[in-house]
C-alpha cells in the first residue's frame, strides 16, 4: 500500500525507453515496451536457428530435429532479459513467461516433447542469483513433472555474453555433463535457452543430451 503511494508520487523510469511510468509490480521497464515482446515473422532455420528458411549449411548436416526461435532479439528485448537475469527482478521473467506461453506449449504438444530441459548455471552465478531465470520461466509455464535437469555444468564458465565467437567455443567446450538421475533414453527432450546468439551454448548441450540416446532433441530459445 505504501509503495504503491510512493509510486504514485514518484512514477520511475522505464530502463529501456526512459519513459516515465507508474510501476505496478516491478519498476524497471514499462508495459508499452514489455508488450512489444510478440512472435516474430521472420522464418529461421529448423536445423540451427539462422534467420532464413532455406539455410544451405544445414542441408548436409541437420543438427536439431526442430529448433524454434520465438522471436528477434531486439534491443528492448535483450535488455529486459539481461534486467530479469542479471539483477534477478523474477517479475520480469513473469512477463516473458506470459508472452511466450501460447507459443512454447503448442511447440511442445506439437512435437511430443516428453521432458523439457534448460542450460545450468555455474554453481557460483546459481548460488550469488538463487535461481535458474531458464528454470524459473519454465515454471510458469509448465507443470514440474515436466520440467527435469538434465544436464549438469561441469566446469565454472565465463559469462558468454562477454566474449567473442571463437571464445566463446573454448569456453563452452565440454562445459556439461548429463544428469545420471534423469533418464532420457529413447525420450522427446526440448533443451530452453533465453539468447542464441553464436549458437556455441545450444550445440554443446545438444552435444551433451546426445549421449544419453534420446529420440529425438529440440530447442526453443525466446530470441536471436
Ligand atoms: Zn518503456
Ligand atoms: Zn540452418
Do not use: W
Not at 510501476?23 to 532455420?45: G, L, N, T
Not at 565454472?156 to 562445459?175: P, V, Y
Amino acid at each position: 500500500m505504501f509503495k504503491s503511494l510512493l509510486n504514485l508520487l514518484y512514477p520511475g523510469r522505464c530502463s529501456v525507453c526512459n519513459n516515465l511510468f507508474f510501476a505496478e509490480d516491478q519498476s524497471f521497464v514499462c508495459r508499452s515496451c514489455i508488450d512489444k515482446i510478440s512472435p516474430s515473422e521472420v522464418s529461421y532455420c529448423k536445423s540451427c536457428g539462422s534467420p532464413t528458411e532455406n539455410c544451405q549449411k544445414c542441408l548436409k548436416n541437420r543438427k536439431y530435429d526442430y529448433i524454434k526461435v520465438f522471436t528477434s532479439a531486439d534491443k528492448e528485448l535483450v535488455n529486459i532479459i539481461a534486467m530479469y537475469k542479471l539483477q534477478s527482478v523474477k517479475p520480469l521473467g513473469k512477463e516473458i513467461s506470459q508472452k511466450i506461453s501460447e507459443d512454447i506449449v503448442e511447440f511442445v504438444k506439437r512435437e511430443q516433447v516428453d521432458l523439457i530441459t534448460f542450460i545450468p548455471l555455474t554453481k557460483k552465478i546459481y548460488r550469488e542469483r538463487g535461481f535458474n531465470h531458464l528454470e524459473f520461466i519454465l515454471k510458469n509455464i509448465f507443470p514440474s513433472f515436466l520440467i527435469k535437469n538434465v544436464l549438469l555444468k561441469k566446469k565454472e564458465t565465463a559469462l558468454q555474453m562477454d566474449l567473442s565467437a571463437e571464445e566463446r567455443i573454448k569456453n563452452i567446450k565440454d562445459a556439461f555433463s548429463l544428469n545420471p538421475e534423469v533418464e532420457i533414453e529413447g525420450k522427446n527432450v526440448l533443451i530452453f535457452d533465453d539468447i542464441l546468439t553464436t549458437g556455441s551454448t545450444m550445440l554443446e548441450a545438444y552435444k551433451t543430451v546426445k549421449k544419453g540416446k534420446p529420440k529425438k532433441i529440440f530447442g526453443y530459445v525466446i530470441c536471436r
